[in-house]
C-alpha cells in the first residue's frame, strides 16, 4: 500500500519559517517527479512547487518564487517544501503529491499525479 505522510504543519507568524516533510512508503519514487499542492478554505487546490526525479529542475507559483525551496533526498523517499518569509495568504492545507510516471519533467496539473497526502495545516498569522 502505497502511503505519502506529510509533518511539519503548524502555526507560525508571518515572516516566519516552516519545513515540510513528505515521507513516501510501499514504493519508491526515486525516478517520479514529487510536487506540493495546497488549498485555502473556500478555494481550489492549487498547485505550490514541484521537482524532478534527479533534483536538476524545480518549478515553483509566481506567489512563492523567492520564499519556498523544495528538495528531495531519494535515498530516503522524501520531499521537503522550506518555506520562509510566511505570509498569511499561505495559510492552507498543504498536499504532497507523488506522479506514477518515471522519468517525468516538470508537472503542474493535479491530474498527473497519482498518489497524494493526507495534507498538513499551515496558518500564518498576522
Known amino acids: 500500500q502505497v502511503q505519502l505522510v506529510e509533518s511539519g504543519g503548524g502555526l507560525v507568524q508571518a515572516g516566519g519559517s516552516l519545513r515540510l516533510s513528505c515521507a513516501a512508503s510501499?514504493?519508491?519514487?526515486?525516478?517520479?517527479?514529487m510536487g506540493w499542492f495546497r488549498q485555502a478554505p473556500g478555494k481550489e487546490r492549487e498547485f505550490v512547487a514541484c521537482?524532478?526525479?534527479?533534483?536538476?529542475?524545480?518549478y515553483y507559483t509566481d506567489s512563492v518564487k523567492g520564499r519556498f525551496t523544495i528538495s528531495r533526498d531519494n535515498d530516503k523517499n522524501t520531499v521537503y517544501l522550506q518555506m520562509d518569509m510566511l505570509k498569511p495568504e499561505d495559510t492552507a492545507v498543504y498536499y504532497c503529491?507523488?506522479?506514477?510516471?518515471?522519468?517525468?519533467?516538470?508537472?503542474?496539473?493535479?491530474?498527473?499525479?497519482?498518489?497524494w497526502g493526507q495534507g498538513t495545516q499551515v496558518t500564518v498569522s498576522s
Open positions: 503529491a507523488a506522479a506514477a510516471a518515471t522519468s517525468a519533467g516538470i508537472l503542474i496539473k493535479d491530474n498527473y499525479y497519482d498518489y
Open positions: 510501499g514504493r519508491t519514487f526515486s525516478r517520479s517527479t
Open positions: 521537482i524532478n526525479w534527479t533534483s536538476a529542475w524545480t
